[in-house]
């Protein structure tokens, strides 16, 4: 997986983020680990609704093979608010299968 097919996936699942379709969220990550109600949660602890980061993370984004696992790729992307950069990221797990990319949601935690 490229690094450009790497942002446009952390891009849509910030979208997803920042707009609150947490069911449609769900379902495109089958729900791995992070359902709808423990993102919304986890969300709630942030206190002010996202927006998308400014362009420098994804110039910058924090993607690392994971080891022993070849194509897969750990992502881990800041939120912010309309004040910034809040203390709060998403992780997540991203690999092919069948030539498509699979989105793993591990978690929504403080940085």
Known sequence: MSPNDL???AKHVM???VERR??????VTDGVRLSAVAMVDALDEIGAP???PPPTVWTNLKAVAIR????????QVDLYTAGGRSTHQVEMTVHEKNGRPVIELDDIVQR
């Open 15 to 17: 979208k997803l983020l």
């Open 7 to 9: 942002t446009l996936v």
């Open 22 to 27: 947490y069911l449609e969220l769900e379902e």
């Open 68 to 75: 022993n696992w070849p194509g897969a790729f750990s992502v």
């Open 50 to 52: 996202l927006v998308m």
